[in-house]
């Protein structure tokens, strides 16, 4: 006798958990075969609910069952599942596992087949609806309590907006009595200072302002056309232009001649490299190009776009003077 009180103490506490697929599997395993628990829960269980209660069935009972948790995929997926779970069911010792399973809303349980009654059966199923009981009462009073908690926040935010509420409209009150009282202080000062105007003014006769005209440069050219001693030099005009978009095999010689036949002499075309000196990672060229021509109609035609072929750039070259050089 003492042996079996020893055996009934060492014994788990048996836990209970809710799920309506586990439970009819759990209870179904007496009475009912593989087979027909198979084909009841495939037809009666969606996929999803399938998965969530094989999930949850190895999340409680992993440590009572050595086959570890399968992903099963198409085609028939929810019959490999229910399959998995029937097999765990049936195959696992229930009497070293304290895990059972309880079923809250009876329409979502299969109707088993019962061949006999089992008393200790009943007395866990009471045990089961005595714990949800216990576990509903402590929801309520956390509800309860979580209410009253709810309602004392309201209450002191409540309190707290009312102050800070009069807080600013007494700051408002005082804000507009210290400009009521600034407003009349420049009054008084702008009454002041209109009176000593006023005297000054009297007393004192203001001078006219004198306009001073800006001078303009004159500059004459001369447009006698009689032989003269005196010659005019030629207007040499002279750009410095930053062509780029170049082709690799471009030389500077084949730049030169193609804005030579255009009229300009090209006085440079130097190449630009890149700052590092590293021409292996540049994918065109670019140079400085100076010229310069009689006819700055020419000069400026090398600025238009139909001048050059597609996809070449060029704009002006401007290089950065130095101080002496201002001078």
């Known amino acids: 006798m003492a042996g079996i009180g020893n055996e009934e103490k060492d014994k788990p506490r048996t836990v209970y958990f809710m799920n309506e697929l586990l439970f009819y599997v759990q209870n179904a395993k007496n009475s009912e075969t593989k087979q027909d628990v198979v084909q009841k829960c495939t037809e009666f269980y969606s996929e999803t609910e399938v998965e969530n209660a094989k999930a949850y069935l190895w999340n409680k009972c992993e440590n009572y069952y050595s086959e570890k948790l399968q992903k099963r995929k198409a085609p028939d997926k929810i019959v490999k599942n229910v399959v998995d779970i029937v097999d765990f069911v049936y195959n696992l010792d229930w009497n070293q596992c304290p895990v059972r399973f309880a079923a809250i809303d009876a329409t979502r349980v299969p109707t088993m087949v019962c061949k006999t009654v089992n008393i200790n059966d009943q007395k866990e199923n009471d045990l089961c609806m005595t714990n949800v009981v216990r576990e509903l009462h402590e929801m309520k009073k956390q509800i309860e309590f979580l209410t009253k908690t709810i309602h004392i926040l309201t209450k002191n935010h409540e309190a707290q907006s009312k102050d800070s509420n009069n807080i600013l409209s007494r700051n408002e009150t005082d804000g507009r009595q210290e400009r009521v009282k600034f407003a009349d202080q420049n009054e008084v000062h702008n009454s002041l ?25 004159i500059i004459m050219i001369g447009n006698n056309g009689a032989d003269n001693a005196l010659k005019a030099a030629k207007i040499v005009y002279k750009r410095e232009l930053h062509v780029t978009r170049l082709t690799l095999d471009t030389t500077a010689e084949d730049l030169k001649a193609y804005i030579t036949q255009k009229g300009v002499t090209v006085i440079t075309c130097e190449e630009l490299l890149p700052p590092d000196r590293i021409t292996t990672t540049i994918t065109y060229k670019s140079f400085h190009v100076t010229l310069t021509s009689n006819d700055k109609a020419s000069v400026d035609k090398l600025l238009d776009a139909g001048e050059w072929p597609y996809g070449i750039a060029v704009r002006r070259f401007w290089v950065k003077k130095t101080n002496d050089e201002r001078n």
């Not at 000054?200 to 004198?210: A, F, G, V, Y």
Request: charged share 30%; net charge positive; no cysteine.
């Open 193 to 217: 200072h209109n009176k000593a105007h006023s005297s000054n003014s009297q007393t004192r006769t203001p001078e006219p302002w004198n306009l001073v005209a800006k001078r303009k440069k």
